[in-house]
């Protein structure tokens, strides 16, 4: 089960970086990696939603997790995501479903990420 944690886990995360790019999505500086903007040990069903992924720089990433502005930093995304992102990923957020985290939820997440950047790469290609 660790393998295909890991595996979904580069998978997202190249999945976001074909969806937002390779820039903070704050300032502009090139992203250390994607966020979970709900954090996955709490919300782990979200943890491979491309919605709740968000490209920050490594100086934005440790004002939420090191240096007690993680609201500020959260603010920002909002305003910057918009009220509607918001709100659709705090509902999704608070309807966890029953039963995840089995061998088949991270092969469906696989799955639908690897179709997600295979369709990003035919897109940049034409």
């Known amino acids: 089960m660790e393998a295909l944690r890991k595996k979904a886990d580069d998978l997202f995360f190249e999945a976001c970086r074909k969806k937002y790019g390779e820039r903070c999505l704050i300032c502009g500086r090139l992203y250390d990696k994607a966020h979970h903007f709900f954090c996955k040990g709490m919300f782990q069903h979200l943890r491979y939603d491309l919605d709740n992924g968000v490209n920050l720089c490594m100086t934005h990433h440790s004002m939420i997790h090191q240096t007690g502005e993680k609201k500020v930093v959260e603010n920002q995304i909002i305003e910057i995501r918009g009220k509607d992102w918001f709100n659709d990923l705090r509902r999704r957020a608070n309807n966890m479903p029953h039963s995840f985290k089995s061998k088949k939820w991270y092969?469906?997440?696989?799955?639908r990420l690897k179709e997600y950047i295979c369709?990003?790469?035919?897109e940049?290609?034409?």
């Open 119 to 122: 369709e990003k790469n035919q």
């Open 124 to 126: 940049e290609k034409n």
């Open 107 to 111: 092969q469906d997440n696989i799955t």
